[in-house]
């Protein structure tokens, strides 16, 4: 390593001087407040369910793993709209995913439902965190994808898959006949992770322009749904996310399919009325 006279002057005194002049600048860089408390605040809801679920207390582990979502769907936004953004950031928020939506939900399902199938339900608790911890790897080294989709079940609906079920039943599988269908609800979330089934980002949604006044009432009413039955409404909208790229796959399918048949129809129609060759 070529150190100049002054580097090492300060070697011989104990003191390690940077050998390139940006490099103290870079390290003593702060981080963003504003989006990092907000992975700060998803990475806690993630340990507190871990607290609450091995006090078996599901009915509060739960909604922290909602929160958790939420959370994580807003800081990346406000770091994108604040110009915040920051390798620190991306790779803070990756080790908060981690354990809010993958390690958490696995040991609170596992907890609540797996436990009595012994090795076979926490191998299945393990799977889930396997492929959560493998879809945000991925997820941070794509490039070049379509931005309105996401490739593979992102890691915080497959955490609220999870979550909603444990919050609608709270009072937890206790038979082993019973649990066995239980393995589905960890195992399809975990296959889903890492497929390439593409699932709807909603990143091109823009939420700053003008939108009918009826939109004002489906919210309305998503609210009235949430404050009466917050259970199953939460079941239906991360259910119905995790169904809803199986729906738009098959409804491709069927357009593809009538765009080929009416192709078909179209080139028969235009041969039968050439003039016959003489």
Excluded at 211 to 232: D, E, F, N
Aim: glycine letters at 6%; proline letters at 5%; aromatic letters at 10%.
């Amino acid at each position: 390593m070529i150190f100049d006279a002054d580097e090492q002057n300060g070697e011989a005194r104990g003191i390690r001087r940077p050998r390139f002049p940006d490099q103290r600048r870079r390290l003593r860089r702060g981080v963003y407040l504003l989006p990092s408390s907000l992975t700060l605040g998803n990475m806690f809801c993630g340990y507190a369910c871990i607290v609450h679920a091995t006090r078996g207390d599901f009915d509060l582990a739960a909604p922290f793993l909602g929160i958790a979502v939420v959370l994580d769907a807003l800081d990346g936004r406000i770091a994108r709209l604040t110009k915040t953004s920051s390798a620190f950031g991306l790779e803070f928020d990756s080790l908060a995913d981690v354990i809010s939506f993958g390690i958490a939900p696995a040991i609170l399902t596992y907890l609540w439902g797996l436990s009595s199938l012994g090795r076979l339900g926490w191998a299945a608790s393990f799977l889930f965190v396997t492929g959560a911890a493998a879809r945000l790897a991925r997820f941070n080294i794509q490039s070049g994808t379509d931005r309105r989709y996401f490739v593979g079940l992102p890691a915080p609906a497959a955490a609220a898959v999870l979550a909603s079920t444990v919050y609608a039943y709270p009072d937890g599988l206790r038979l082993y006949h019973a649990a066995i269908p239980a393995l589905l609800l960890m195992l399809v979330p975990s296959f889903l992770m890492v497929s390439r089934f593409r699932f709807r980002s909603f990143k091109n949604l823009d939420l700053l322009a003008p939108r009918p006044y009826t939109v004002l009432i489906l919210l309305a009413a998503v609210l009235v749904a949430i404050s009466t039955h917050p259970r199953w409404l939460l079941v239906v909208l991360a259910y119905g996310y995790l169904l809803s790229a199986f729906v738009e796959l098959g409804i491709n399918r069927l357009r593809r399919r009538a765009a080929r048949a009416a192709a078909s129809v179209a080139a028969a129609q235009e041969s039968s009325s050439d003039p016959p060759a003489v």
